[in-house]
């Protein structure tokens, strides 16, 4: 079988004619287009292990273009069905074409429908974050740190809750940005503990006011002059989060 791969490509249509003719309707639909385009047309053409064959598409952002391509092709096939399928992780779809209509669609992993006619297919897998990230405020409550952070908190991805050192704030897409800063403004005489986390660092900032009191990085740079060397006597990242009050697992530590 030829394989599709699906972290490259984002859309293809899937039909019962030879690669020549898939390959002749790309390059006169380009010429078309693009009549005096020195490059090669924006799709190619996969032979399948079935008499069905794909014309694909890997620029990102074009699902929806390849309607023309199934239109015309679904005409030629007539009672036959042509298959496009979308492959983005975030908007799969899979559209049945015949006689130069659109009969179905659905929401689904079009996979399965690309290896039942002849293909391959490579799985996108889903990058865990790189960066996670969590905040520990000193002398709030937790009603004042929610208000604080209300227009994040209405958007769902921060959360709020009690810790053992005070209130912890994490987030769940993506680690937090300005909100340690931002909370740091709200309450002027709370220390802020602003932990960082990457595959191969580790940071926490202190953080009062409008001052940074200092921070931890490990590896610790040679030029940092408001390294520090513990937090509450903790020196590593398990001790630190640990006496932080922060869950290992929002950090990515387990």
């Avoid at 249509?13 to 020549?20: G, H, K, N, Q, S």
């Avoid at 912890?168 to 937090?176: D, I, N, Q, Y």
């Avoid at 909370?183 to 602003?194: E, G, M, Q, R, V």
Wanted: proline share 8%.
């Amino acid at each position: 079988m030829t394989t599709i791969d699906t972290s490259i490509c984002c859309w293809a249509i899937l039909a019962p004619f030879p690669v020549a003719n898939l390959q002749l309707l790309a390059e006169r639909e380009w010429k078309q287009e693009f009549p005096y385009a020195i490059d090669d047309p924006p799709w190619e053409t996969i032979p399948g292990a079935s008499h069905y064959n794909a014309l694909v598409s890997s620029s990102p952002g074009t699902e929806g273009s390849d309607r023309y391509f199934a239109e015309i092709l679904s005409r030629q096939a007539g009672e036959e069905t042509v298959y496009s399928l979308w492959f983005d992780i975030d908007r799969e779809q899979i559209f049945e074409w015949r006689n130069g209509a659109q009969v179905n669609s659905r929401e689904a992993n079009p996979a399965p429908v690309a290896e039942s006619l002849g293909f391959t297919v490579t799985e996108q897998s889903v990058e865990e974050p790189v960066e996670a990230s969590a905040a520990v405020v000193e002398g709030a409550s937790v009603d004042d740190v929610r208000v604080a952070l209300k227009e994040f908190i209405d958007e769902g991805w921060v959360h709020v809750a009690p810790s053992p050192t005070g209130v912890l704030v994490t987030a769940s897409e993506g680690p937090l940005g300005t909100q340690a800063w931002d909370l740091a403004k709200s309450f002027p005489d709370s220390t802020i503990y602003f932990v960082q986390r990457w595959p191969d660092a580790f940071s926490v900032i202190l953080l009062r006011g409008p001052d940074e009191l200092g921070r931890l990085s490990i590896p610790s740079p040679d030029d940092d002059t408001k390294s520090l060397s513990d937090i509450k006597g903790a020196q590593t990242p398990a001790a630190i989060v640990e006496i932080l009050g922060i869950p290992p697992r929002s950090l990515g530590l387990t």
